[in-house]
């Protein structure tokens, strides 16, 4: 009662005030609303509300009034069907609004309503939104799309949460726009008023809090989402986290954080945590909330005590740098329903250890400084785990690596103590990876048989299932054609070999099947040059207990997270233990082309483990301890090195018969074989940023809103000396930058696509501008051209050879290495980002260039189809490196050439961008026209094609004087031995300094006396200058001799030039002929009567830029 004693005639009165801006009347107050809420609050009081139903028909049934329907009253574009349960846009290509539908009741306390998308259309971003609102759906006056409604109404939209079209959460849980048609979506407010949403079963944390209790659910059919159904059988949903045990959570197989195997790791965040804190993806995620404005009280902690030896690892997956001080972790033997969460973690002054920074803290006291490892200097994807050992010792560990004991003193053996994770300053989200490493890393729920490949199986091309050998431990029995092996007893001789010696680069994978807890030990992995056939036919003997045993022949192996070579130490702390493996995890191992050996766990590289590995190599396994059970996931490369030639180098190509013309009689002519190593059709993948459209089978892409989320991936990897083109089609100059590409060493089914390239942090290589950039760290810079600077039609390639180095192409040229160790498979993407709006790949339309190998290729190769105007286009496709050798950017080699001259770096412009290619992919690019005017007055010059330019240093007074912009360009040709002595003097000097500078040569007579001539004066002639506009004639080898040089890159031998482009006085030279004797014209815009300069004048010149060409 909020008054006693009014009047008996009172008026509702309203106030539209400040914010509120319109309001609707929703009650009438007539006889049947009247009925109809009496008859509502009869509902309630039931006493059958709340038991479950009996199994329903597909039929309405009159008898259960309360059943959750879709109301009637939708929106324009909407219709509901089948009897209120489906909901449709039946014109979704058309518009991509108006489909807002409402429950057709208000949800009581604890119901879950959900629905399923039936149907999406890929025309338009975004897609279904769900949530609640207090409108009464028959009053109410739907909007296009209920984002609009200002009142009482909670959405999730996308990944963010929205009350009254206002964005409360910035990302929280799925992200509704990634979801596929079968997908499940739900909404449900809890006694408490706080509100829920599920994805495919799976509960996100909460929403909104003091949702009042009459509220009707809300389905947006937006975008995308073209149909959903609501699906009857809510009350057997797993309970929300927060009811549930400490035991682990029930993931249903379509959630998007499912994980293979029936033994999922059960540590989570607790359902309790600080005020800022917000718990998503079932427990596994937490982030702080309005992270730009808050920057404390964001503390979370573990759902269950710590045991001894088991360690809680957390990845940062959010960083701001709005504040100062980042994540703080440690552990706390506070239970969490007794912790009153104060604003960080190191106010508690009792039972309470943390690190923070370098610091070690415990009650609040700083006990250590400069510890091994500092928090605010990591980024996101570090990797932080606490470990409480058996003797009460509290260990950390960052990206798998053990930084030593921290503190002791922990409560030992059964004291409990939980993680605490305290969300401080810059650190704004992060997930639990525990023992099955980073999240989007974890195994999806498909159903692998011993046969099957994963997704991430690094074949170039899908082989045969590798086989285990015959020759075994004594304790282990082949199973499925020895792709499975089982140790039937006891807790060692469980050693294992491959059937066959690993070739380069070949992944050997097995996935565990069976675990036995009451051993300890885990599985053994790694690499012996002990040939399994040389063993004896009797397993009894030859083969030692375990693995680390095995000292017979050379062997590599991973024990634990410990390296060892025939059992000494090589290296400790390389990976997360294999002591945690458990079922359904897949471990690897690969032996690469630089001679190391590489361990992969769960598809993940975990970087070099050991050099100098010898090359005739068997992959060895030891089932030693828990592991009892394992099966091959890999395959075989099929491939050999002849089918990597190009298709008219191949030795099987052709028969003999048709390269001697034999003719084929019409009829019995057989069907032409296919090329080897036809690339298959590249696409690109429908998973892609939101702002993306695809088109034309997939092989068009284009961005059709704002500037950035038009991120997309090929479908398909990349196979090794395959080259990945697209063109661009179209530019918006109202943007600035252009697109950026790359690759990455990861299946991309499950990328969470950030807004722009730079956002992808694991495993990816990109291209930018003119600088490469790994993880989003840049590693190379001045690369090729500048991609902004590309036009319309450019076309753009990627190509990773064998030696695993990534080469960018312009245009079919190679721009030479961009990145090294790329990992296959690996999959390329492009960023349409700012003025590039479309791209199409161009890959599959391909033609070989080779030019002379047509005559070589197959007659049935050819087709009456394949000729076009009379020219015939090859079917077969031909590695472009071994085709265009001639067309490589070689100014990183130069780069490389400068660098062995030693000249001093004062030299030269420390301005990079005034450094110029002028191969014939970067001239184009840019632009540039053959000849130039310069000077008063404006004299031609020829731009030096084919040469690099270094720009030089000007004097202070040059560089803001506007007299040298009247000075004249031309080139001068000299030696690598004279390169130092001209830069020391600014400026090209006559005499012996040159072997440009030439003076008369006289006779010497008798006793080395020159015989003066007839009638002259004693004296000395002024030595001669010469130079050129065009290097076409300075840079001949009369004036530019070549030295020879080794590249320190490659070891390759090659030839060099060098040469210095001038400023010249004009009137301080004479035009002449050319001296060298040739009698073709040189130069076609300069005749050979006027293409030499001579000069005598010291100070007439000024020094440019040097210019270095290549062979």
Known sequence: VAAAQTPGVVYGVVDLYGMAVKVTIV?????????????????????????????????????????????????QKAAIISDGRTALRPHATDDFNHGVVLSNRPLRSNEVFQVRIDKMVDKWAGSIEIGVTTHNPAYLQLPSTMTNLRSGTWMMTGNGVMHNGTTILDEYGHNLDRLKAGDTVGVVRKEDGSLHFFVNGVAQGPAAWNVPPSVYAVVDLYGQAAQATIMDDMVDLPPLPEDSSDGPAVLSPGSPCSVGGATTNDLRFHQLHGTNAVI????????????????????????????????????????????????????????????????????IDYDTWMLSGTAIMQDGNTMRNNYGCDLDSLTTGSRIGMMRSAG????????????????????????????????????????????????????????????????????????????????????????????????????????????????????????????????????????????????????????????????????????????????????????????????????????CSDDTMHIFIDGEDMGSAATAVAKNVYAVLDLYGRITAVSIVSSSLTEDVESLKAPSLSSGSCSEGEEEGTPVREGLQEEPEPCALLPTLVTFLENHGKNIQLSNQNLTAARVSSYNQGLLVTAQPLARQQLFQVRIDRLNPSWTSSLSLGVIGHSPDRLNFPSTACGLKRSAWLLQRDSVFHNSLKICENYGPNLDTCPEGTVLGLLVDTSSCLHLYVNGMDQGVAAQDVPSPCYPFIDLYGQCEQVTIATNHLPAVGGDGGEARCQGDMEKADMVDGIKESVCWTPPPEVNPNKVCEYQLCARFKDLLTLPDGYFNEDA???????????????????????????????????????????????????????????????????????????????????????????????????????????????????????????????????????????????????????????????GAQSVGHSETLDPRFSNAEIEWITKEQGGTLLYGLLIRVE
């Open 392 to 591: 009460g010792d509290l260990h950390y560990y960052i990206n798998g690596a053990d930084q030593g004991v921290a503190c002791s003193g922990l409560p030992p053996g059964r004291g409990e103590v939980y993680a605490v994770i305290d969300l401080y300053g810059q650190c704004v989200q992060v997930s639990i990876t525990s023992s099955s490493g980073p999240l989007d890393n974890s195994l999806c729920t498909s159903n692998v048989t011993e046969k099957s490949f994963p997704i991430q199986s690094p074949g170039v091309v899908a082989g045969v299932a590798h086989r285990l050998h015959s020759k075994h431990g004594k304790n282990v029995v082949l199973l499925g054609e020895g792709c499975q092996a089982v140790r039937v007893g006891g807790y060692s001789h469980g050693i294992v070999f491959s059937a066959k010696e690993l070739k380069t680069d070949e992944l050997f994978e097995v996935r565990i099947d069976e675990v036995d807890e009451q051993w300890c030990g885990s599985l053994h992995v790694g690499l012996s040059t002990l040939a399994p056939p040389e063993l004896p036919s009797c397993p009894l003997s030859g083969l030692s207990p375990s693995l680390p045993q095995l000292r017979s022949k050379v062997t590599w192996l991973l024990c634990g997270s410990e390296v060892q070579r025939n059992g000494a130490l090589q290296r400790q702390n390389y990976c997360c233990s294999l002591e945690r493996l458990k079922v359904g995890n897949r471990v690897g191992v690969k032996r």
């Open 280 to 347: 998503t993806n079932g427990g596994r995620t937490a982030l702080r909330q309005n992270c730009r404005s808050e920057f404390n009280d964001a503390i979370v902690i573990s759902n269950r005590c710590l045991r001894d030896g088991e360690l809680f690892e957390i990845v940062i997956q959010k960083m701001v740098d709005r504040w100062s001080g980042s994540i703080e972790a440690g552990v706390t033997a506070i239970r969490p329903d007794e912790l009153e969460f104060p604003n960080t973690m190191t106010d």
């Open 27 to 75: 009650h009438n107050h007539n006889h049947s609303d009247r009925l109809r809420r009496n008859n509502a609050i009869m509902r309630a009081l039931s006493p059958d509300v709340g038991r479950p139903r009996p199994s329903l028909s597909l039929t309405p049934d009159a008898e259960a009034p309360d059943r959750l329907l879709f109301h009637t009253n939708c929106g």
């Open 913 to 1071: 961008k005034y450094n110029l290619c002028y191969c014939e992919s970067c001239y184009k690019l840019r632009g540039d026209e053959a000849y130039y005017k310069r000077g008063e007055p404006p004299r031609d010059y020829a731009l030096p094609f084919g040469w690099c330019r270094f720009a030089l240093r000007l004097k202070p007074h040059c560089e803001v004087s506007t007299a040298l912009k009247k000075w004249h360009i031309a080139y001068h040709g000299t030696g690598v031995g004279t390169l130092r002595r001209t830069l020391d003097h600014s400026q090209l000097l006559p005499g012996t300094s040159s072997v440009f500078s030439v003076s008369p040569v006289k006779t010497e007579g008798p006793n080395d006396y020159g015989e003066p001539e007839e009638n002259s004066a004693p004296g000395r002639e002024v030595p001669r200058v010469r130079l050129s506009p065009t290097m076409r004639y300075s840079g001949m080898e009369t004036f530019a001799p070549k030295v020879k040089f080794q590249d320190p890159r490659s070891r390759r031998c090659h030839q060099a030039q060098v040469a210095f482009q001038v400023c010249i006085r004009p009137g301080s030279y004479k035009v």
